[in-house]
């Protein structure tokens, strides 16, 4: 039964589209042929009583529900007709810019169609005076006025009112081009927390015209997807556009806004989705661009549902329309499995079940993942998809949403390559254990009620340069099979208000989706000590450390900072941090450790090598000192195509000592 509704349903569409485009060609005909009887051609008088017989019979179809909807009168669907014709029937041009006495071609004027029709004088005044800048045709961007308000005021029609009047149903090429109608998937994967979200969304396109619902979340937690189905359940249609900077210029934006409002007036019971709306929240003291400007000014005057997609939480858009905010989760584990299984119904379960525990990335993110896998997977000779391949895809997905704000770091060391005192390792072990153990201390003996805010752990690692807080960042990443991406500041920190917030919570929302470890290098220059206000710019440094700590507390992930100066971080962020270690100075047994394991074994050697000497003469050198000297010692050897010796490792170690700034006494031997 549902087949033959659907083969109804396209017969019905086709027979429509079929006398649309009938009407259009005799409305088309119609003009042309009252241009000639009104300039004298009394012979065609004939042919256009026959044409109007004609279009007695035909269906008016869609330019009657137009004229129904905006309340147009029988003469300004006429005149609707005859713009059209001006701009889009070439036999008509000569003969209507004859009677209208200006470029046809730009479109009809009042003057124009008086003289078409020969409308009496109340009549023409009449017209004249219903047509100005408010009309629903003016304001529904279906005719564009050109011109001072007069009666050779030129009307334009624009291409999608002549091919929606033809029977065409294509978008807006401004809009196809950012977007287009947007279609649920076939399968819906069952998730209780987008379930719920998809209920209240069906609820209020129903319930209101003159709401705005802000759908907050990391991008590709499955935002649009969630809108599209409940449109789908609601009867409704969904056009999306994506504001992203990648996509549109603002210099398009107008036009692009113009033709929306176009399309949403042609089809009222479409939904309005505008994905990435932050994007629109430009660097600046004011957080309401003239972008955005632009976006809420139009989306105030649509008498439909507007759906926003943004990945700052608070965003705000200034509209007339009622504000809602539905914060859209990542899919719980079992529908992130289903998601993976429906793209790569042909990968082993297992493989699947692993990516899916592991990150929480949602529908978007998840196609496009597997779509990179699977090209990976092609450059071997073994077509299967690995876990390998899946990391790599994600790995793909989680690089592109940190938008070159955070550098992947790929790191050799191990557990067995530090040296570091008992107290310092048991602090990190201990650390390692509330990440590994987190799932049976927070969910199976109950501690995750006792957590206000996020489960993720942050950590402070502070000491001087040099003592191993990078390189443990990284053996923590290598344990914890994470990746470790360090966050550019130079790049995350902006003098513009507003962007270091914006820009932070895309490097968060990223990091939580893609299993990754967070390295903030230099924290103090980031998380300082909040400062009296004395002034707008301290007003502003405060904010961005205020948000910060909130984004920290409830971070879902895993983020370490490294400072060398402790003093400086705010005390506030030690409150929220789940460990601060300390990295001390190397005492002597361990830079004689240190000098151990930084030579190579598979070093060639000459004599006997007196590590104990070197700790003991170079006391200030930390473990990246010790690293520098050793390899330094390597090329003067390699250099002189000798094996290593005390005597290379001795000089490379003055060198370093020197570059430190360190002055060698007598002892030292010089």
Do not use: C
């Not at 008509?92 to 209208?100: F, K, P, Q, V």
């Not at 905010?325 to 429906?342: C, E, H, Y």
């Not at 978007?364 to 998809?385: D, H, N, Q, V």
């Not at 929302?509 to 220059?525: I, Q, V």
């Amino acid at each position: 039964m549902r087949a033959n509704r659907q083969v109804e349903q396209r017969v019905d569409v086709v027979e429509q589209r079929f006398w649309d485009l009938r009407r259009y060609e005799l409305e088309l005909e119609r003009v042309r042929l009252a241009a000639r009887v009104a300039l004298g051609d009394d012979a065609r008088a004939t042919e256009l009583e026959q044409n109007e017989m004609q279009l007695a019979q035909v269906p008016a179809a869609r330019a009657q529900q137009l004229a129904m909807r905006l309340g147009l009168s029988e003469d300004e669907m006429s005149f609707v007709w005859t713009a059209v014709a001006t701009g889009y029937d070439p036999r008509s041009t000569r003969d209507l810019e004859t009677l209208g006495g200006v470029d046809a071609r730009g479109g009809a004027t009042i003057t124009m169609y008086s003289a078409l029709y020969g409308l009496d004088a109340g009549r023409a005044r009449r017209l004249a005076r219903d047509l100005h800048g408010r009309h629903p045709l003016a304001r529904a961007a279906l005719l564009v006025p050109r011109g001072e308000a007069s009666s050779v005021r030129v009307w334009h029609a624009p291409e999608r009112l002549a091919s929606y009047l033809a029977g065409a149903s294509e978008l807006d090429a401004a809009v196809s081009s950012v977007g287009g109608w947007l279609e649920p998937p076939e399968e819906v994967i069952a998730n209780p927390q987008h379930e719920q979200a998809q209920r209240v969304l069906e609820s209020l396109f129903s319930a209101s015209r003159d709401v705005l619902v802000l759908l907050e979340g990391a991008a590709g937690v499955g935002r649009r997807t969630l809108a599209a189905l409940a449109a789908k359940a609601a009867g409704r249609t969904l056009i999306h556009v994506d504001l992203s900077r990648r996509q549109l210029s603002q210099a398009t934006l107008d036009s692009l806004m113009t033709a929306l409002t176009r399309e949403l007036f042609l089809d009222p019971d479409a939904i309005l989705l505008l994905a990435n709306v932050d994007d629109l929240v430009e660097p600046g003291a004011d957080r309401a661009s003239n972008a955005l400007r632009i976006v809420a000014s139009a989306i105030s005057a649509l008498n439909v549902p507007v759906v926003a997609t943004t990945s700052v939480p608070g965003m705000t858009l200034p509209t007339t329309k009622v504000p809602v905010r539905i914060r859209v989760p990542p899919p719980t584990a079992g529908a992130r499995l289903a998601l993976w299984q429906r793209s790569l119904p042909e990968t082993s379960a297992d493989v699947l079940g692993d990516v899916a525990f592991r990150y929480r990335i949602g529908p978007g993110a998840i196609a496009s993942a597997a779509a990179s896998a699977t090209l990976l997977a092609l450059t071997r000779p073994a077509s299967r998809l690995e876990t390998a391949d899946l990391v790599g895809g994600i790995r793909a997905t989680i690089a592109e949403r940190m938008g070159g704000l955070a550098q992947r770091i790929e790191t050799t060391d191990r557990w067995g390559h530090l040296v570091l005192s008992q107290e310092t390792s048991d602090q990190i072990l201990a650390l390692l254990a509330r990440v590994q153990h987190s799932s049976k201390v927070l969910d199976e003996w109950g501690y995750r009620s006792r957590l206000s805010r996020g489960t993720g752990i942050a950590a402070l690692f502070s000491g001087p340069p040099g003592t191993g807080k990078t390189m443990v960042a990284g053996i923590i990443a290598n344990i914890l099979d994470l990746e470790l991406y360090q966050v550019d500041l130079s790049r995350v920190v902006s003098k513009w208000i507003g962007e270091t917030e914006k820009q932070l919570a895309q490097i968060f929302d990223a990091a939580e989706a893609g299993h990754a470890l967070l390295l903030f290098d230099e924290a103090d220059s980031l998380f300082a000590k909040r400062t009296e206000v004395k002034g707008a710019t301290d007003r502003y440094a405060n904010m961005e450390v205020n948000y910060l700590l909130q984004r920290i507390e409830a971070f879902e992930g895993i983020a370490i900072l490294t400072t060398n100066m402790d003093a400086s971080i705010d005390p506030a962020l030690k409150r929220r941090l789940a460990s601060h270690v300390v990295f001390w100075p190397p005492d002597e047994d361990e830079r004689l450790h240190l000098w151990e394991r930084m030579v190579a074994p598979e070093t060639p050697m000459e004599g006997r090598i007196d590590y104990a000497k070197l700790a003991n003469e170079f006391p200030d050198m930390s473990g990246a000192n010790i690293r520098n000297a050793a390899i330094s010692a390597a090329f003067l050897a390699a250099s002189e195509e000798r094996s290593l010796t005390q005597q290379h490792l001795e000089r490379a170690a003055r060198l370093e000592y020197s570059s430190m700034g360190r002055v060698l006494g007598k002892r030292e031997g010089l």
